[in-house]
């Protein structure tokens, strides 16, 4: 059994920053890339950052310079530290891990429950 869970959403004045974390838990073997989603009211989940087990790092274009995603392998955690945060980034958040729960078990992507971050104008 494995969860993601994250933590850090709330609401956040435009300008302002908040700092998003995930971890998974349970009976992990090794994790690939770790990303964040993000899913607006009436529109699709889009991509928000990925990142690779090696720490290499992919932003969507509309937070490149704002957002940044890290990670640390030891404790199976991602962040993502927003900062000069936009009305326009209102959305649930979901942290998503690429992993794998035995040596020779298939990889397969894990999703955490969404946290909510409202940034108000």
């Known amino acids: 059994q494995v969860h993601l869970v994250e933590s850090g959403g709330g609401l956040v004045h435009a300008g302002g920053s908040a700092k998003l974390s995930c971890t998974a838990s349970?009976?992990?073997?090794?994790?690939?890339?770790m990303g964040w989603y993000r899913q607006a009211p009436g529109k699709q989940r889009e991509l928000v950052a990925t990142?690779?087990?090696?720490?290499?790092?992919n932003y969507v274009d509309s937070v490149k310079g704002r957002f940044t995603i890290s990670r640390d392998n030891a404790k199976n955690t991602v962040w993502l530290q927003m900062n000069s945060l936009k009305p326009e980034d209102t959305a649930v958040y979901y942290c998503?891990?690429?992993?794998?729960?035995?040596?020779?078990?298939?990889?397969?992507?894990?999703w955490g429950q969404g946290t909510q971050v409202t940034v108000s104008s």
């Open positions: 998503n891990a690429d992993l794998r729960t035995q040596y020779y078990g298939l990889w397969h992507v894990y």
């Open positions: 349970g009976t992990i073997f090794s994790i690939n890339d």
């Open positions: 990142i690779t087990h090696g720490g290499s790092t």
